[in-house]
């Protein structure tokens, strides 16, 4: 065989050895991709989106769209050819799989803690539109955590409502450690709680007794200063309570990244003749905190492309986020700097009246 043609044939036969190993060599990465998103001011399954009872509601119109992205699962591995062709669309993002799923975590796991965030966001987003209005939202002290092995567990339970600690009134975490500590370890605290199974605080009061043990029993890392205090091995936190009822009935949506939409869609539901879209098709995202401001979310270049997909004009957009946002814009859709529920019904306001010029942008 002459030598050009034999190097011709080792060649090929070298780029096949190539091309088979890149579609059967595995990488460690995760695609993402714009997902469906959802009118909060509309329907899911037949059913409202957002549900007010107990309280006046009011006829929407236009659309507050939250976005999501689709991701493959946990145990998805693709191959150095479609990890590449993800690169190169822009409509995919392909990123290491531990920014997604950190090592170790099922796809069970993730799906559990997106749907913890998402039961958050809508406390959140519940809180901040009633705030914004200026309904009173009540809070409930609770027990959030027991520690395995500690005094109070099999005693006290998560979400049980913590109303009075040896008699005392308590409405603070420090207002509970302040009276636990008060004992020494080995004496009983009295809690007087409503069990979460009586649904909060109308339900029926309690008394639990419970035994103390120094803090380096439970934590052997307790600073020095703690490790000899009286605890019974309790996290505490706080659970909203609200005037009337809220429901958001979204299924199979997980993560934050909703609460600025439903705050948004509450309070269009609850403001007469508020209609705050003027009619328009607006869409967004962001978390949202008990007192309206907004955060950061990921995969924001696939949100914003699923929102134009859909159909909308305008896009509520995380402060944070603007830089990535705007480094590939589709065409027709308008960014809009979003850091506050009240800038956002800023924003709102001014694409209702047309003075759309005016609008915060990302764009800079």
Known sequence: MPRRSATMLAATLLLIALLCVSVLMKVPYTEMSPGPTYNTLGEQGGKPV????????????????????????AKYEPSLVNAVIGWLRDDVMVVPHDNVYPKGQSDADAKKLNAEEFASSEDSARTAALKQLGIPVGNDLIVKSVTAGAPAEGKLHAGDQIVAVDGTAVATAEQVVGVVTKHKPGESVVFTVVPRSQGGSAGTRTDVTVPTTRARDL????????????????????????PFQIDIGLQDVGGPSAGLMFSLGIIDKLTPGGDLTGGKFVAGTGTIDD???????????????????????YFLTPSSNCAEAAKNIPSGLTLIRTDTLDGALKSLEQIRSGQTAALPSCVK
């Open 291 to 313: 007192d309206g401001k907004v955060g950061a979310i990921g995969g924001i270049s696939m949100k914003i492309i699923a929102a134009r997909d859909a159909g909308a004009e």
């Open 50 to 73: 957002i549900t007010v009872t107990g309280h006046d509601s009011y006829p929407t119109s236009g659309h507050l769209n939250m976005t999501t992205v689709q991701v493959t699962g």
């Open 219 to 242: 934590d052997p890392k307790a600073p020095a200063e703690r490790a000899d205090l009286a605890v019974v091995g309790i996290g505490t936190g706080v659970r909203h309570t609200y």
